[in-house]
């Protein structure tokens, strides 16, 4: 049994603390680094009630996810394959001892549920190019690749992905 809620400040240590697990952890094409994303990222993520956690029973904490209507000027240039109302899903991670169980499956689902809820029609996001694990966890989830953009302040080439609910 899992729990899927909306972070709290008081959350912002345990949250910090994973970022830092994953990127003391890296896996092959990940992209994030000490700078991003960054404690203010974070923190705005929570303070603006976009940072979704999912945690065990134990209230262990299993990953997170920022979904709100905010998106890269880029994204203007894609081919999306449904109108709007669109909800956008940025900084999905998963803790390190938690790779490979399916976790990340289980909070895109929920954040499909809490999109289908607020009758969002798709599910929108970038993934830098290089990051194949995720890739293949957003093509098993049902995503299809709609595009390829550079991110303002960022470096390298995203392939941005769509589903439709």
């Known amino acids: 049994m899992f729990l899927f809620r909306k972070a709290v400040l008081q959350d912002f240590p345990n949250v910090y603390a994973l970022k830092q697990a994953v990127i003391q952890n890296p896996y092959p094409g990940m992209s994030w680094s000490e700078t991003y994303p960054s404690q203010e990222i974070l923190k705005n993520d929570i303070e603006t009630?976009?940072?979704?956690?999912?945690?065990a029973k134990t209230e262990q904490l299993i990953g997170a996810v920022s979904i709100n209507e905010t998106y890269d000027i880029h994204?203007?240039?894609?081919?999306?394959?449904?109108?709007?109302?669109?909800?956008?899903m940025h900084r999905l991670f998963i803790a390190p001892d938690?790779?490979?169980k399916h976790f990340g499956e289980i909070l895109i689902d929920f954040i499909e549920n809490e999109?289908?809820?607020q009758k969002y029609?798709?599910?929108r996001f970038d993934s830098c190019s290089t990051n194949t694990p995720a890739h293949l966890l957003y093509?098993?989830?049902?995503?299809t690749r709609c595009g390829e953009i550079p991110l303002t302040g960022k470096?390298?080439?995203?392939?941005t992905?769509?589903?439709t609910l």
């Not at 994204?75 to 956008?88: D, E, I």
Request: aromatic share 18%.
């Open 49 to 55: 009630g976009s940072l979704f956690l999912l945690l």
């Open 75 to 88: 994204y203007q240039s894609v081919n999306w394959k449904t109108p709007c109302p669109a909800l956008y």
């Open 98 to 100: 938690h790779r490979g």
């Open 115 to 117: 999109a289908s809820r």
């Open 121 to 123: 029609r798709s599910i």
């Open 139 to 143: 093509t098993r989830c049902g995503y």
């Open 155 to 159: 470096n390298g080439t995203f392939y």
């Open 161 to 163: 992905f769509e589903k």
